[in-house]
């Protein structure tokens, strides 16, 4: 499977968008980027996925770019909320099942 | 539509006893995963079942460790003769097919004395 790779660590200010960058630079042609993130200790939460084009709904942006190597999750306006640790995984569209999931990015949303 | 529902919340059990976790997936859903998350480490699949089957046990330990999910009721996940390292919160996740967005329920905070 291919591996993601996350800063560990960012800081974002209250009501600016959050910009979270994710490389997976041997991603298969058959595999998703999905997004997740686990607010201190709760259930992970589903963000957003997509596989080639970018994706947009309620919560945030995904835009990956066009060699499918890397992408970025955008959270339009950040709130205190939304301080969590993101988790970029991909995941081959025939997969068994497993997510496999690595550090992630710890976001904190400061005032 | 209820979410991915867990319980207990929070399970003690001193060492030696048995812990038994349960897991009641989203409506729809027959696929459902147990992750384990060990204090201060992130999560790591343990089993994937799909109505009376086990697909994926790759991620469970050889022993005192076994899953099940029946046609009715919910998913368990069973720990025999639990020990201190077994404390960690359980995580079930479930989607409708292998290859859909699996949502996942609030977790259950084992805690081992």
């Known amino acids: 499977d291919a591996k993601t790779t996350q800063p560990p660590s960012m800081d974002c200010a209250e009501g600016r968008a959050a910009n979270l960058p994710c490389n997976h630079s041997?991603?298969?042609?058959?595999?998703?980027v999905y997004w997740y993130r686990q607010i201190h200790s709760q259930g992970p939460q589903y963000i957003i996925h997509?596989?080639?084009n970018n994706e947009t709904n309620e919560m945030a942006s995904l835009i990956i770019t066009e060699d499918r190597k890397s992408s970025t999750l955008i959270l339009p306006h950040a709130t205190l909320r939304d301080t969590a640790v993101y988790y970029c995984?991909?995941?081959?569209?025939?997969?068994?099942?497993?997510?496999?999931f690595g550090a992630g990015t710890q976001v904190v949303v400061t005032p | 539509n209820a979410g991915v529902m867990q319980n207990p919340r929070h399970l003690v059990r001193r060492r030696g006893q048995e812990a038994r976790l349960r897991c009641s997936p989203m409506?729809?859903?027959?696929?459902v995963y147990w992750y384990r998350q060990l204090p201060e480490e992130g999560l790591k699949f343990m089993v994937y079942?799909?109505?009376?089957?086990?697909?994926?046990e790759s991620g469970m330990p050889k022993e005192r460790f076994s899953a099940e999910f029946p046609k009715e009721g919910p998913s368990i996940l069973r720990i025999q003769q639990v020990v201190r390292g077994d404390s960690a919160a359980y995580f079930c996740?479930?989607?409708?097919?292998?290859?859909?967005?699996?949502?996942f329920g609030p977790g259950t905070r084992l805690t081992v004395l």
């Open positions: 996740a479930s989607s409708p097919s292998q290859a859909d967005t699996q949502y």
């Open positions: 041997t991603i298969s042609g058959n595999e998703y």
């Open positions: 997509g596989l080639k």
């Open positions: 995984i991909v995941r081959p569209t025939d997969s068994w099942g497993k997510l496999q």
């Open positions: 409506k729809g859903h027959s696929h």
């Open positions: 079942l799909q109505k009376e089957n086990i697909i994926d």
